[in-house]
């Protein structure tokens, strides 16, 4: 298990030893994972998931933190669906970079109801592990090469804590160069 230096005021457990912090898509896709044993997990107030707020209440610092975003966009009639992670004191590149990367006319953030509907995971703690095994997941550098990162547990209850090589290894994963800005 890794020493978690971002974890502030939380108590880090092995995240598969607690599935209740995990939504159902996220503890199928740990349980899947050869590095699961280097991921850590966090319980939190639902009410303090999102990342500013997060870090204030547990003094976690804002650039360990990494936000997870569902892209949409169209090309012929057909949709398609990106997840792009990039750290918490940037934001995704989505009409240039990501719009490229899915080859449609114009990228933008996949509505909510969507995005939940399609990750079964709660708006707020979408995370990359886990995602529908057809969409890329595009990680900004600075995500993959980061330590440790927190990021969504797939519910608001939670977070977890991964080291970004281990991001960067996940089905689909992708380095995008100035993905984040």
Do not use: H
């Amino acid at each position: 298990m890794v020493n978690w230096t971002i974890a502030g005021s939380l108590t880090p457990q092995p995240a598969l030893d607690r599935p209740d912090l995990l939504a159902e898509p996220v503890a199928k896709a740990l349980a899947a994972l050869p590095d699961a044993d280097r991921i850590a997990a966090v319980e939190i107030d639902p009410d303090l998931a999102d990342t500013a707020e997060f870090c204030a209440a547990y003094n976690s610092p804002l650039a360990a933190s990494a936000n997870c975003v569902v892209v949409a966009g169209k090309r012929a009639g057909e949709e398609r669906f990106a997840a792009c992670l990039v750290l918490a004191t940037t934001r995704a590149d989505v009409n240039g970079v990501v719009r490229r990367r899915l080859d449609v006319r114009k990228a933008s953030f996949a509505p909510m109801d969507t995005a939940v509907e399609l990750t079964g995971m709660a708006y707020g703690g979408i995370t990359p592990i886990g995602l529908p095994a057809q969409w890329p997941l595009l990680l900004d550098p600075a995500v993959a090469e980061a330590p440790e990162l927190v990021i969504g547990s797939g519910v608001r209850g939670g977070k977890l804590l991964v080291p970004g090589p281990v991001l960067a290894a996940l089905p689909g994963a992708e380095v995008v160069e100035g993905l984040g800005r």
